[in-house]
């Protein structure tokens, strides 16, 4: 090999061996694959403010079923969980004194009735003796008073008949309505005084929010104001409702005032008892808003990762208030209308990095100019 060309040879080994490790690195910076549904697109929307409220869901429709008559349980008919419809038969009482005693009424009933019937045929005898000079008017009145007297003697007769078949009746507790047995309080061969509970029926479908409101925002409160709340036991399923009424007084002790909501639409619990909070939807401004997802916490510092220019840009915001239905976060500064974002972004991420479309709508996504 001619001398000449030893130094060119050189030159262009050493050009090689820098321009590999450059090339490696580029190599390593491969760029973001995004999809359309890894994007969201900043907009406005209406946000809601108002008081918190909390509370428990309870039925609109509930009877607590109590003894009427003093007996002993004979049979309970229904557990906690039944289905029940109007008229159905729960728990039946011991019968046998009541039975009893209406025999003996009936008995004096069928007796007040023959004294009544036999005072009433001497009354009409001794009137029509009494037209033929044959009795005497002291005679056809004392048959009028024994007459009147047996008849208040039946009608007194019948009511105490009327009294026990009631009192039968009383001994077979029986449901007001349709619904569920929600809480059994005794068993065959407890003993009924006359109040005690027996069995609580509900109805699953008349549920209703019974929220408290604290007394500094009752002013606030107004029949008819939306409501979206929470229910323990459900997630993070949202449910919406409607004031229907402010409790006139506050509470002594707790000084909170009563709010009951009714549920709007046909998404609703059916148990009850369960806790649920939320908040009154007082106010209602159109604002910027971004998902919890997309903002991207450094202490107290917040920011988003933009996408535009085919490239990643992290830009600092600030964040208003928090939608308590939606969870998102209103934008005060840094994003405007239009911008779009990653949804989930990582702390791997880089301002600067570049993105690359996965499909032919994303494309569009990754090329957006950035907003000014």
Same mark, same amino acid.
């Given at each position: ?27 390593? #910076?491969? =760029?973001?694959?995004?999809? =359309? @549904? ?5 907009? &406005? ?7 918190? $409220? ?5 039925? @609109? ?9 003093? #007996? ?64 005497? #008017?002291?005679?056809?009145? !004392?048959?009028? $008073?024994?007459? &009147? ?26 449901? =007001? ?12 061969? !407890? ?24 007394? !500094? ?8 104001? &939306?409501?979206? *709340? ?8 949202? *449910? ?59 202490? !107290?510092?917040?920011?988003? *990762? ?14 208003? @208030? ?51």
């Amino acid at each position: 090999m001619p001398l000449r060309f030893v130094p060119l040879l050189l030159v262009l080994l050493l050009a090689a061996a820098c321009k590999g490790p450059a090339a490696s690195q580029a190599g390593l #910076a491969a =760029p973001l694959l995004i999809a =359309p @549904e890894d994007v969201h697109t900043i907009q &406005n929307a209406a946000l809601s403010s108002g008081p918190a $409220i909390t509370g428990t869901i309870q039925p @609109e429709r509930k009877a607590d079923l109590r003894a009427e008559v003093p #007996a002993v349980v004979l049979a309970v008919l229904k557990e906690n969980g039944d289905v029940v419809k109007k008229g159905d038969l729960l728990v039946r009482l011991d019968d046998t004194s009541i039975r009893d005693a209406l025999s003996s009424s009936e008995a004096a009933r069928r007796a007040a009735e023959q004294a009544y019937e036999q005072a009433q045929r001497q009354f009409e005898r001794m009137t029509t003796l009494r037209k033929s000079g044959m009795a005497s #008017a002291q005679q056809v009145e !004392d048959a009028e $008073i024994r007459r &009147n007297n047996t008849q208040s003697d039946m009608e007194g007769a019948r009511a105490r008949v009327v009294s026990a078949r009631q009192q039968m009746q009383r001994t077979e507790v029986r449901a =007001p309505f349709d619904g569920v047995v929600s809480e059994r309080k005794v068993s065959a061969g !407890d003993t009924a005084q006359v109040g005690k509970e027996l069995l609580k029926v509900i109805d699953p479908r008349s549920m209703r929010f019974e929220a408290l409101v604290a007394a !500094d925002h009752v002013g606030e409160v107004h029949p008819g104001q &939306n409501v979206s *709340f929470r229910v323990n036991g459900y997630g993070e399923q949202e *449910f919406a409702g409607r004031v229907r009424r402010v409790n006139p007084a506050a509470n002594p002790t707790t000084r909170q005032v009563e709010v009951l909501v009714d549920f709007v639409g046909e998404k609703q619990p059916h148990l009850a008892g369960l806790y649920a909070e939320g908040r009154l939807e007082t106010s209602t401004r159109t604002t910027l808003t971004i998902p919890a997802s997309a903002v991207v916490r450094d202490g !107290d510092r917040a920011s988003a *990762f933009r996408v535009a220019g085919g490239k990643l840009q992290k830009v600092p915001l600030t964040l208003g @208030e928090r939608d308590p239905r939606t969870g998102e976060f209103a934008v005060a500064q840094g994003l405007a209308e239009g911008d779009r974002v990653l949804r989930y972004p990582t702390t791997l991420l880089k301002d600067g990095q570049p993105v690359q479309a996965s499909g032919p709508s994303a494309a569009a996504v990754a090329s957006t100019a950035p907003s000014k």
